[in-house]
Every structure is written in structure tokens, then in C-alpha cells.
């Protein structure tokens, strides 16, 4: 196999193969790197001289393109030639859940990866390591790998010569701390059985993460781990969502409960936030996927027990647009609602899954007016995810239900009758919101679904408030129920 990696190719210029690339870049000046998509206009994008027009914004991002852009990390779309340079190339493509035919709504659809798999048989030269960056079905590095065996049986008749070693190297980022995530992981995995191409890709990773970090295993344990993980932190979620109904009913504060059980060094303190929700490209998808396989192989108490993680999350999601209709004197409809933040999570303009497009989709279906601010998601996004023919000028006679774009918080709660709180931006917790309770329609609510604000503080303004797991401290029910 090949020694000493000078370039390396990456299919997919998104959300994890943007971000990876370009720590690879800043982290080993030596290797140069390339980064294609088939999609022109986002290349344009990354190629930008605003850093503001970046097709995403990760914080530290910017200060990296800055630096390595043009000089050892470039973006284009010659994904022939790049390929055929390369001497390692990650697949970092998406992989969407299948919409239609076997496995819809459950198995990934791997057109993408395979079409990249196809594109590096035709084009690579020589010696080359593909690297599995997208999370994948387990057993995913075989598809690859027979697709790129069938071409080279067909070689003989050409005159390049091919050899292809598979390997499994999961991303563990989260969005919104990607560029820390990555320059500082907790572990990396790399799978494989070609032990030569797994030395090249430790040799990359040493260039700043330390030798224990680095975990080598089969593929199929690489493979299933990504999902595994992504479950596991899924799981938690729900489990501390389902907890909030609980701790409402009952009078309790799931700030408290998050504390008290995290201190436990077994449970530990992370990924307890209660919320509206999961959201995210990966964690419904990989979950499905999970599923998908494990009714499979017939395991379907595995595959229930798993469902009820997702099941969980839509429930959260329900469950916050009832709360709102229900306070709101039980109709929202010709109602003007503030909606604070679009994001899937702080600190991204990503809005993949995120819980607030199924908030505002049933508020809208309810009939109310609602506007949306969020710092960092664009008007075409929403668009995109909650359709053009609802976003409309406010007036507050029209009970159709619709979404208008707001581009200041002074704009998005003026005469507003509530404000929810989806995405926890921590420029939601500095608001003035002495000057925003004067600006709103009386009776004027706060639903704070991501529990960023001071209960006391805000109840001391005069506002009526709900706070995700925040109980009333009606503890009659209970003591009812008890005894
Ligand atoms: C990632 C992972 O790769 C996926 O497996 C994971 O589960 C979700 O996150 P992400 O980077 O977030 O994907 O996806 P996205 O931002 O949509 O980027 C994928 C890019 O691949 C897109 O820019 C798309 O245009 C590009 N692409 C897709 C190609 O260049 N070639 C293709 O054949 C298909
Ligand atoms: C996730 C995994 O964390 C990462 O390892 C994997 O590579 C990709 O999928 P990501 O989806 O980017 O990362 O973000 P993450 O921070 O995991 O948050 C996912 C969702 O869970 C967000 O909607 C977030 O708001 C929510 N969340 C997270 C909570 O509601 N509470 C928490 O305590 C943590």
C-alpha cells in the first residue's frame, strides 16, 4: 500500500467533510487537500472571499479557510481529477433516509456513497486508501469494496493500474464545537483490515491527536460503534425529555434531577440538558437505521426498545405545541407567536430535524401568526423547511396560519402574544426582556423550552412563563395519587 499520503480527496463538502478537511489542513501543512462536491453553488460558497457567505457557520471555522484556503486545502468540483490524484480519499457524501421502496422511512439510502464508490473506480490511479467518513449501515465498507473489486476485474483490458485498501473512520464532531471537537477528540476510530493503509491513516491523526486516542478494530465494529454512539446519546435525551413530563406534573425541577443524577460519576454530568427535542442529521437517522437492521436479523425486541427513543423525541415535540395552544386559552389561531431560534442546536446554522420545524408547522396548522428569529439560519432555509407558500406578511385579523422571517428580535415580539424559546443561543439569555414585556400584547407568555431563562426573574416582569420540567409546585396531585 501507499506510504507517505501527499494528497487526499474528500467527496462531499458538507457539514462534516468541510469542517474535517480543514483541520486536517491546518493540523498537517504537508499534505495538500481537496474537497469536491457535485453541487457548484456550495463550492462557490466555500470559495467565497465574504467568510460570512460560508455554507456553514461552525465557530473557528472562518479563521481556518482563512489560513489553509488555496494554499494546501482547495474546494472545486473536478471530482474526476482530484480523484485520480489522490492518494487517500474520504467519502463524506449524505446519507438521507430512503423515502420510498424496502426500508423507507427506516434504512439509509446509499445512492450517494455508492455513485462515489463508482466515480473512484473509474477515475483513481494507482494505490488508494478510501476513507468511510459518512455514517453508514454496518457492512457498508463490503458494498464499497465490491464495487471497486468489479471495476479492477474489468482492468485488464486498461492500461492504469488500480489497487483500493477500505477503510472505516467514523466522525464523532458535534456541530456547533465541530473544529474543537475535532482538533481535540475524545477518541478516533479507524477500522479496517489492510494494516498498511491503517498505519497511513494514523500517521495523519498523530500529526496532533496522541497515540492511546486512536482505536483500531475490524470494520463491521468501527461501522456499528458510530451508530451504537449516536443511540446511546440519543437514548439519554429522551430519557431525561420523558423525565420533564414527570417532573411538571409532579411539582419536581429537571435542572435539579439532571444535577443530582449526573454527579454520579456511573451517569455522568453530559447530555442531560432537557429540550424540545432531538434534532440533527444524524441521531433520528441513525436510530431508524439501527432499527432497520435489527428487525433484520429478526431481533425485534432490540429494534422496539430503540423505536421508543424516537418515539420519545416526537412525543417532546407534540407535547410543547400542545402546552402553548393549551395556555393560550386553548386557540392560537390569528395569534401573533415570537419564535426564538430555528437551529437543531446553539451555535449552527444547520436546521436538519430540528424540533422547531415541527413546533411551528402545528402552530401554523393551529392558525397563528408566527415569527421567526433566529441569528444564524436564512430566510430560504426555512423556506425549504416549512414552505413558501405559508411565509407571509403579518396582520393579526388573518387566522390562516402563517410564518413571516424576522430579522430583529424588536420586530419578531412586537404585539406578540408569546414567545418560545426552541433554540438556546445564549443571546436569548442577555435579552432585555423588561423593555420586550412592554412591546408585547397582555396576557404575554414565555415558553422556554431549552430552560435558559431565571423563572423568578422573568415571573418578576410581570410575564406568564412555562419552562420545559419546571413543575408548578402543585404537589397536591401527588400526594392525592399517594395516599
Ligand atoms: C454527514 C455524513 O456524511 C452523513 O453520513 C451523516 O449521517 C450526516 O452528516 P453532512 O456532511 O452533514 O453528512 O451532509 P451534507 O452537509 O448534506 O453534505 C454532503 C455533501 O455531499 C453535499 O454537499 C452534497 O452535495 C455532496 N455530495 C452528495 C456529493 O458531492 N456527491 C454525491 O454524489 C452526493
Ligand atoms: C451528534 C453526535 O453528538 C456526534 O457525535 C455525531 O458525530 C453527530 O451527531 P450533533 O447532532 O451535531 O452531533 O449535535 P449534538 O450536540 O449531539 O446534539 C444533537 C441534538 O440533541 C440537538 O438537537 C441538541 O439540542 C440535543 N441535545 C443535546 C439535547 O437536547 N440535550 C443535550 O443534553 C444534548
Redesign the pocket.
Known amino acids: 500500500m501507499k506510504k507517505n499520503i501527499k494528497n487526499i480527496c474528500c467527496i462531499g463538502a458538507g457539514?462534516?467533510g468541510g469542517p474535517t478537511m480543514a483541520v486536517i489542513a491546518k493540523k498537517c501543512p504537508h499534505i495538500q487537500i481537496n474537497v469536491v462536491d457535485i453541487n457548484k453553488k456550495r463550492i462557490e460558497d466555500w470559495n467565497s472571499e465574504d467568510l460570512a457567505s460560508l455554507p456553514i457557520f461552525e465557530p473557528g471555522l472562518g479563521d481556518i479557510i482563512k489560513s489553509c484556503r488555496n494554499k494546501n486545502l482547495h474546494f472545486s468540483t473536478d471530482i474526476k481529477k482530484q480523484i485520480a490524484n489522490a492518494d487517500m480519499i474520504f467519502i463524506s457524501v449524505n446519507t438521507p433516509t430512503k423515502t420510498k421502496g424496502i426500508g423507507a422511512g427506516k434504512a439509509s439510502d446509499l445512492k450517494w456513497v455508492e455513485s462515489s464508490a463508482r466515480e473512484i473506480s473509474k477515475y483513481a490511479v494507482g494505490s488508494t486508501i478510501i476513507v468511510e467518513k459518512s455514517?453508514l449501515p454496518v457492512k457498508t465498507a463490503l458494498t464499497i469494496k465490491r464495487i471497486l473489486e468489479s471495476q479492477n476485474n474489468k482492468l485488464n483490458t486498461k492500461s492504469v493500474s488500480q489497487s483500493f485498501a477500505v477503510l472505516s473512520n467514523?466522525?464523532?464532531?458535534?456541530?456547533?464545537?465541530?473544529i474543537k471537537?475535532l482538533e481535540n477528540p475524545d477518541r478516533v476510530l479507524i477500522g479496517g483490515e489492510d494494516q498498511e493503509a491503517i498505519k497511513e491513516l494514523i500517521n495523519i491523526y498523530l500529526n496532533w491527536v496522541d497515540f492511546e486516542k486512536i482505536l483500531t478494530t475490524d470494520l463491521w465494529s468501527s461501522e456499528l460503534s458510530?451508530l451504537i454512539?449516536?443511540a446511546f446519546?440519543?437514548q439519554?435525551?429522551s430519557s431525561?425529555?420523558s423525565m420533564t413530563a414527570l417532573c411538571e406534573k409532579t411539582g419536581a425541577d429537571i435542572k435539579n434531577v439532571s444535577l443530582a443524577i449526573g454527579s454520579d460519576k456511573r451517569i455522568g454530568q453530559?447530555?442531560?440538558?432537557?429540550?424540545?427535542?432531538?434534532?440533527?442529521?444524524?441521531?433520528k437517522k441513525?436510530i431508524l437505521n439501527l432499527v432497520y437492521i435489527c428487525n433484520h436479523y429478526g431481533l425485534d425486541e432490540v429494534s422496539s426498545y430503540w423505536q421508543k427513543v424516537v418515539d420519545i423525541n416526537i412525543w417532546q415535540q407534540k407535547r410543547i405545541s400542545h402546552i402553548v395552544v393549551d395556555k393560550l386559552f386553548r386557540t392560537v389561531s390569528g395569534k401573533k407567536i415570537a419564535i426564538f431560534g430555528f437551529a437543531?442546536?446553539?451555535n449552527?446554522n444547520?436546521t436538519r430535524?430540528?424540533?422547531a420545524i415541527s413546533i411551528c408547522n402545528d402552530l401554523i396548522e393551529e392558525g397563528s401568526n408566527i415569527y421567526i428569529y433566529d441569528p444564524k439560519v436564512r430566510e430560504l432555509q426555512i423556506e425549504k423547511d416549512l414552505g413558501v407558500e405559508t411565509n407571509k406578511k403579518y396582520s393579526r385579523n388573518n387566522d390562516d396560519g402563517y410564518w413571516h422571517y424576522s430579522k430583529s428580535i424588536d420586530e419578531t415580539i412586537k404585539e406578540a402574544d408569546a414567545i418560545i424559546i426552541l433554540?438556546?443561543w445564549s443571546e436569548f439569555k442577555k435579552l432585555n426582556y423588561e423593555n420586550i414585556f412592554k412591546l408585547m400584547r397582555s396576557p404575554s407568555w414565555i415558553f422556554d423550552a431549552?430552560g435558559i431563562l431565571d423563572p423568578n426573574h422573568i415571573q418578576s416582569i410581570g410575564f406568564r412563563f412555562w419552562r420545559i420540567g419546571l413543575g408548578n409546585q402543585n404537589v397536591s396531585q401527588y400526594f392525592d395519587m399517594q395516599f
Request: aromatic share 14%; charged share 25%.
Open positions: 457539514y462534516v455514517t467514523p466522525e464523532f464532531m458535534s456541530e456547533g464545537s465541530a471537537d458510530k454512539a449516536n446519546l440519543a439519554r435525551i431525561i425529555n453530559y447530555f442531560l440538558d432537557s429540550g424540545p427535542g432531538f434534532g440533527g442529521s444524524c441521531f441513525d437543531f442546536k446553539s449552527t444547520d430535524e430540528s424540533p433554540t438556546g431549552r
